[in-house]
């Protein structure tokens, strides 16, 4: 019975390590789509603050 309790908390932790990993890999994503939309509204403002256009 011990052996089994072992071998199901093995498994959890090593469920709980690859959800781990997807969620800094999703982090990593919605950083990487923060930036993107920050220089994208930089871009669109000196866009239209330009007065030669």
């Known amino acids: ?9 093995r498994v959890v932790l090593d469920l709980l390590r ?3 990993d997807l969620l800094r890999v ?6 990487v789509v923060r ?7 930089v871009f669109t403002l000196s866009f239209l603050h330009c007065p030669y256009l």
């Not at 019975?1 to 908390?9: I, K």
Request: charged share 30%; aromatic share 0%; proline share 0%.
């Open 1 to 9: 019975l011990l052996r089994v309790v072992l071998d199901l908390l």
């Open 18 to 20: 690859v959800v781990l």
């Open 26 to 31: 999703v982090r990593d994503l919605l950083r």
């Open 35 to 41: 930036d993107l939309l920050r220089a994208v509204r």
